[in-house]
């Protein structure tokens, strides 16, 4: 419980950071991964962004101290819907548009993740060790497989849609998620000041800074290019899904054995892949209202005029 209580406060602490990085990037100039320099003045040049970055970044430590005391089925589930309800909060105070898609969206996918939780098993014992050779080529692998398909389709000249590039900020940050599952089974078996030695000694941070560097950069780009609201939902179900799968193997979870429970977490899964479709029919509105908030020409018009 302490461990769910964890992930949720911390989903709070991560949405204020991710909200302030938005507002932040909707005022500055546009940013592209085919410009890794510009885009680092541009984004360290900005005491907003950077004050959201903060936060977000004590949201993410909060999750990783929660993946060492719940399961990964519950802590990343738990922390993906609290982003999402309290992005949909937000978006509403804010007086945002927000169409039918959307609200069934953020709606659906608090029910998916929190089915997820529930489908943990009973007394299960939270995985704290990894195979670590297999953790790194399957965490190496993914975020260079991201950097690579964006890097060709954007050089190609192709433009890449904010939900494709939130899917793949969400597998790099699910990368990075693997790590802080690692980290915080390390905080649960030594103790925080214990577990520092053997924490260095392992691949985990370094892989965490890795795929946490890539994560933001995908991520930064896709939401300057939309709402959070749509970037954010895609990257948390992509990552959430991600995370879980291969957290729960590399981990050695085990699955739920009373078919019930087993039902539970495929229908999570599920309804996961459902908010995905909704979130994706509604981005190129999102993408067009949001260029015409920052003056910008809207995809359409770029096509149009050649």
């Known amino acids: ?56 970044a004590l949201g993410s430590v909060g999750l990783i101290v929660s993946l060492g005391l719940a399961p990964v089925s519950v802590a990343q589930p738990a922390f993906a819907a609290g982003v999402a309800t309290m992005l949909l909060v937000i978006t509403l105070v ?12 953020l709606g659906l996918m608090p029910v998916a993740l929190g089915l997820l939780g529930l489908s943990t098993v009973d007394g299960g014992e939270t995985g704290t060790t990894a195979d670590t050779p297999l953790l790194v080529m399957v965490s190496v692998g993914t975020v260079l497989g991201c950097v690579a398909v964006m890097s060709v389709v954007g050089g190609r000249g192709k433009y890449v849609s904010a939900a494709a590039m939130g899917a793949a900020a969400g597998l790099a940050q699910g990368s990075a998620g693997l790590q802080g599952k690692g ?81 539970l977490r495929v229908g999570g899964f599920a309804l996961t892949l459902v908010v995905v479709v909704l979130v994706r029919g509604n981005v190129a509105q999102a993408e067009a209202d949001t260029s015409r908030l920052r003056g910008e020409p809207t995809r359409g018009e770029r096509a149009a005029g050649g």
Do not use: K
């Open 94 to 105: 804010r007086g945002e548009r927000i169409t039918r898609g959307e609200y069934l969206a």
């Open 183 to 263: 980290l915080g089974g390390l905080l649960a078996d030594h103790g925080l000041w214990a577990a520092i030695g053997p924490a260095l000694l392992s691949p985990y941070p370094y892989l965490y800074a890795l795929g946490w560097a890539v994560g933001i950069v995908l991520f930064q780009t896709s939401l300057q290019r939309s709402r959070a609201s749509i970037t954010a939902p895609v990257a948390n179900v992509v990552g959430n899904v991600f995370t879980v799968v291969a957290g729960t193997l590399l981990f050695g979870e085990s699955l739920p054995e009373d078919p019930f429970t087993l039902a």
């Open 1 to 56: 419980m302490i461990g769910l209580l964890i992930a949720l406060f911390s989903a709070v602490v991560y949405t204020i950071g991710l909200t302030v990085e938005q507002r932040a990037l909707h005022g500055s100039e546009s940013i592209s991964i085919n410009r890794p320099l510009h885009l680092a003045r541009v984004l360290l040049g900005n005491p907003r962004w950077v004050l959201g970055c903060v936060f977000a």
